[in-house]
């Protein structure tokens, strides 16, 4: 059996080149661990993915000032701002595309709730398995494909209901 025909590098990898042809697949990894970083980014690079890095959450914030990241793997225990505090800017701030993939050490049901509560869309420990990292970075490209889907009709239909209301007041008049 070739190294394509796993499951780890056929099924999910394959689903995530399909959402390719629709966006670019790129994912900022925010760790203040630059080892961590470095071997996150190699297996993900590995797959095709294109990926930024950034050690803090203030400077995860310098790089989402640029073009939209769709998925965003975050370490909750940072200097400068931790993880938390960096999904909670980024919600506040009206982000709410990118998919946040909390990816820490912290495991207890508290920590579950407190991601979770503060904008995370999905919640992992580090000792989480390649093929279920994958399957969750599937997920979120998903939802973030979704997610502006969903956007992109609600400005049409505004678009048309501000048509049809113009419409119906020069009929009237």
């Not at 982000?95 to 990816?103: G, R, T």
């Not at 869309?121 to 580090?126: A, E, G, M």
């Not at 490209?141 to 048509?163: D, G, I, N, Q, W």
């Amino acid at each position: 059996m070739q190294q394509e025909d796993t499951i780890e590098m056929g099924a999910v990898t394959g689903r995530l080149r399909a959402l390719s042809k629709d966006m670019q697949l790129t994912i900022l990894i925010v760790d203040d661990d630059e080892l961590e970083r470095l071997l996150l980014a190699d297996r993900l690079e590995a797959r095709g993915f294109e990926v930024a890095r950034a050690a803090n959450g203030e400077e995860a914030l310098a790089l989402l000032e640029g073009p939209c990241i769709p998925v965003l793997l975050v370490d909750w225990s940072m200097p400068v701002m931790t993880g938390i505090e960096l999904t909670q800017r980024l919600r506040a701030r009206g982000v709410e595309d990118s998919y946040i993939i909390m990816l820490t050490a912290r495991d207890t049901t508290l920590d579950y709730e407190e991601g979770y509560r503060a904008g995370v869309d999905d919640y992992l420990t580090k000792k989480v398995r390649d093929l279920e990292l994958l399957a969750r970075i599937h997920s979120g490209f998903s939802t973030y494909a979704l997610r502006r889907s969903l956007k992109e009709a609600r400005a049409s239909l505004k678009e048309a209901r501000a048509a049809l209301a113009e419409a119906l007041a020069a009929k009237a008049a």
